[in-house]
């Protein structure tokens, strides 16, 4: 019995060391209170190059891996039947501020990209601000870049995330 109560009183020290590291570097991540976090999944509109409104879910993780970007996840963008799936990954600071959030498409035949992606997060919102760039020839502009701006909130899509 004393031996279990040990063990017991070494995996709270253990919880509580986690959990105390994880507020100290990555404070977006612990949920004290009912205090919203960064990590989770965001909803919400995106206007992309030709002015249509897409549907745009975010899935957002602490990554376990140290040596690399501390957070990662999963994005769709969907206009209608057309489903596009990224790879996220990027580095948030203490703030949950992201300057650099890289979502990479899953497929290659894409006109558009999104690139030079920030985030600000305000507890239960997602400001996402970044350009789509185009991948091929364009006659829209010299450069192919258009400017986006998105703001996400905290939950699953209120529709479908994409009509069949």
Known sequence: MLFAGFVAGLLIVAFGADLGLRWITTPWDVSIGGRSTLTGTWSGDVALPDDAIAQ??????RSPDEDGPNLEGSATICLGTQVTAYTVTGDA????????????????????IPVGVSTTWTGDELTMRGAWQATGPTESDEDGLHAFSASLTKGQPTQPPCVP
């Open 56 to 61: 745009t879910s975010i899935t957002l993780s």
């Open 93 to 112: 600071d203490r703030n949950g501020t992201i300057d650099d959030l890289r979502l990479r498409p899953e497929t290659e035949e894409l006109p558009w």
